[in-house]
């Protein structure tokens, strides 16, 4: 494996009941013609998805993006008659990136709505919360956005990883501040769940591989802008750069009180914190400020898959600006798409999974991905991007090149 294990949270995973994916989990179905076999969310016009995430609160803007991008694939294979003859439609319910509704609309989905698979989840405790759930039913958990390494250290619960993990994320940022920069008095500012926990722990093992320590360490809650505690505590470290992990409201609200008070470290983020939705809050506070991206640059003209992306963007909904969670979310579609007509026309859960393993190194135009026994992760690609004096991103080869 690629990846390094984090076993405690696997402990917990299984604490909570998940049950391995497995196809004992499928019903049985009689009849000697296998394209007879009902599956649900499948009928002879169509393939049912469900997607539970965001669609309100501070951190809508992530699970709006997603959907935009999921829905932006499916239209495009929808235009060329779908998946082997279906149609590719989608069910959203908003659980505003929080694990109890997380659980209730996983269960609604599933029980009341017959998806097929569910894709594009967004966050850390709403995944921690629904996986069980779908493992357990045997429902398939595809590119949830969101790096957590619970997602990647049991492969036996039907989760397929489009990115890369916030432990690679982390790594890269810490590398760069440290290699590009000589920075090692490193801050950390992070959200006080699952998911913050995640990337703390990320910062703690790349610092850890260099014999460092974080100078600082601030909290905030969830869903809240409640930052300025945290903040006092990083000042007191006095760090030369702060890992901020978070989503973009109150990484924004962090960052523009950093600069109005003076504290002025170089600012680091990764990727969950959606990068467009972070660009716009900030507007000239941005400058400067660097986040670790998990797939290739949008507005890429030389990249096949940006270019795909683009257009299947601007034919579902005009006027829409192209971002890097937008990306993904298609990116997360054309997934599913592989998965599906590797499958063949007797689509089946349990298919997903192994037509991913079978299929090799799956190249969607610039962006490679590979599956494997013990492997759910198809990307490890990190890059590094940061907000220029345009409010814009632009891709970093050396932070040399962008810091005074």
């Not at 959203?92 to 017959?114: F, H, S, V």
């Not at 009180?257 to 680091?268: D, L, S, T």
Request: charged share 20%; hydrophobic share 40%; proline share 5%.
């Amino acid at each position: 494996m690629r990846r390094t294990r984090d076993h405690w949270a696997v402990a917990i995973l299984l604490a909570l009941g998940a049950t391995a994916f497995s196809p004992a989990l499928i019903p049985a179905h009689s009849g000697a013609n296998a394209s007879q076999i009902e599956e649900p969310g499948v009928t002879d016009e169509q393939i049912l998805f469900g997607q539970s995430a965001a669609f309100s609160g501070p951190a809508r803007e992530l699970g709006r993006n997603m959907n935009l991008g999921i829905e932006a694939a499916f239209q495009e294979a929808n235009r060329r008659g779908g998946v082997h003859g279906r149609r590719l439609a989608l069910i959203t319910l908003d659980d505003a990136y929080e694990p109890e509704a997380a659980i209730a609309n996983t269960r609604k989905l599933i029980e009341d709505e017959g998806v097929f698979a569910l894709i594009g989840a967004v966050g850390t405790p709403t995944s921690r919360s629904a996986v069980p759930i779908t493992s357990q039913a045997g429902v398939p958990y595809i590119a949830p956005f969101t790096g957590a390494i619970f997602l990647r250290d049991n492969t036996e619960t039907g989760v397929i990883n489009l990115r890369a993990s916030y432990f690679q994320e982390t790594e890269e940022i810490v590398d760069r501040l440290s290699r590009d920069l000589g920075i090692t008095r490193i801050g950390v500012m992070y959200q006080n769940d699952s998911f913050g926990r995640v990337g703390y722990r990320g910062v703690r093992r790349a610092l850890d591989r260099r014999n460092l320590d974080p100078v600082a360490i601030g909290v905030y809650p969830r869903n809240t802008t409640a930052i300025k505690a945290g903040l006092l505590d990083l000042q007191a470290g006095k760090p030369d750069a702060v890992v901020v992990i978070g989503a973009y409201h109150p990484v924004a609200t962090l960052i523009s009180w950093a600069r109005h008070v003076g504290f002025n470290p170089v600012f680091a983020t990764i990727s969950f914190v959606g990068s467009n939705a972070l660009a716009g809050e900030l507007g000239p506070d941005g400058q400067g400020v660097l986040v670790s991206q998990v797939v290739p640059f949008p507005a890429a003209g030389n990249i096949a898959i940006a270019v795909r992306y683009r257009r299947a963007l601007a034919a579902h909904a005009p006027g829409s600006t192209p971002g890097f969670v937008s990306f993904e979310g298609y990116l997360a579609g054309r997934l599913a798409i592989t998965a599906l007509e590797g499958c063949g026309p007797d689509v089946r859960r349990t298919c997903l999974v192994e037509s991913l393993n079978q299929a090799g190194t799956i190249d969607m135009g610039g962006l490679r991905l590979e599956f494997g026994a013990g492997d759910n992760q198809g990307s490890d690609a990190v890059f590094l991007t940061v907000i220029g004096k345009d409010g814009r991103y632009h891709p970093i080869n050396t932070l040399r090149d962008v810091m005074p």
